[in-house]
């Protein structure tokens, strides 16, 4: 059963026997990037809390038919997400119902995500926790893409950033970004892209380093979009990319044209439901992966 997400405030009481909370990762998209362990908890949970970058046929595949599902993503880019204190809340007050609770995340646990907060509400109320970690969007989007992140002579170093305003970037770390050889990677910047690849040329990023754009990376809709930084304005500028995306610039993402193992898909739909829609058909979001022939 899914139902939605409550806003009220709750009331504790303290049983005698206390439920637990497993915070897991549910991978990038493709459902087969789940681990084993992530999976195992999903059977044996009461409620499950999701995010709304989970794929649909994972809950189809693992989740008890009796388990409540509750969804509490979080779609800013719409302006329509679930705040985190209500999430913190329903955490809370499931586990001290005595339930066992799987808190459901996108890719990694660890990697953006707002586990901290949950971890704060889960200690503050003496609950039992287990973390699970996963496949973070950055090696998934990656590997698909054929993408090798620290490949040698390309780079020795990958760095996980996002951008998202003007100022949380100061011009030093701009100019420290365009000369280093690690390879970037921007999580949740498609919006802002133009702007990253501005101060990067403004302060002199090597000429052989390319940029790309991967949207629902691992699903059977993922497209990766790749070209040389310095024609980025003139060839994907004007793009607006279908979210999720995930952004690689470095001298590697040359090597795409090389190693990818995929075609971009033919399909244009959405793989992820946006905030508050119901589960989508499971054998259509489930289409076969397509390999470069």
């Not at 915070?23 to 809390?49: F, H, M, R, S, W």
């Not at 005595?98 to 609950?127: A, C, M, T, Y």
Request: charged letters at 20%; hydrophobic letters at 40%; proline letters at 4%.
């Amino acid at each position: 059963m899914i139902i939605p997400h409550h806003t009220k405030n709750f009331s504790y009481s303290r049983p005698a026997e206390v439920g637990t909370v497993v915070l897991a990762a549910a991978g990038p998209g493709d459902p087969d990037l789940i681990t084993i362990k992530a999976a195992n908890a999903l059977k044996e949970a009461d409620v499950v809390l999701i995010d709304r970058l989970v794929s649909e046929v994972i809950l189809h595949r693992y989740v008890a038919p009796g388990a409540e599902i509750i969804r509490v993503g979080k779609e800013c880019r719409n302006n329509v997400s679930t705040p985190q204190q209500v999430i913190n809340e329903l955490l809370v007050k499931y586990a001290l119902q005595g339930k066992k609770v799987v808190r459901l995340k996108g890719g990694d646990v660890s990697v953006f995500s707002n586990i901290l907060d949950e971890l704060h509400s889960l200690i503050e109320h003496q609950i039992p926790y287990e973390i699970i970690p996963g496949v973070t969007a950055a090696l998934g989007a990656a590997a698909y893409a054929g993408i090798p992140l620290t490949a040698r002579g390309y780079a020795t170093s990958v760095r996980f950033l996002t951008y998202y305003k003007s100022d949380v970037v100061t011009e030093d770390y701009w100019n420290e970004l365009a000369k280093t050889n690690d390879t970037l990677v921007f999580y949740m910047s498609s919006s802002t892209l133009p702007k990253v690849v501005e101060k990067l040329i403004q302060y002199g990023i090597s000429k052989d380093v390319h940029v790309a754009i991967a949207e629902q990376a691992t699903t059977c809709y993922q497209r990766v979009y790749e070209c040389n930084i310095y024609e980025y304005e003139q060839k994907l500028s004007n793009k607006a990319f279908t979210s999720p995306s995930l952004v690689i610039i470095g001298k590697v993402v040359a090597l795409h044209q090389q190693f990818r193992w995929l075609q971009n898909s033919d399909y244009t739909e959405q793989y992820f439901a946006s905030v508050g829609e119901g589960i989508q058909n499971i054998n259509e979001i489930n289409k076969p992966i397509k390999h470069v022939i």
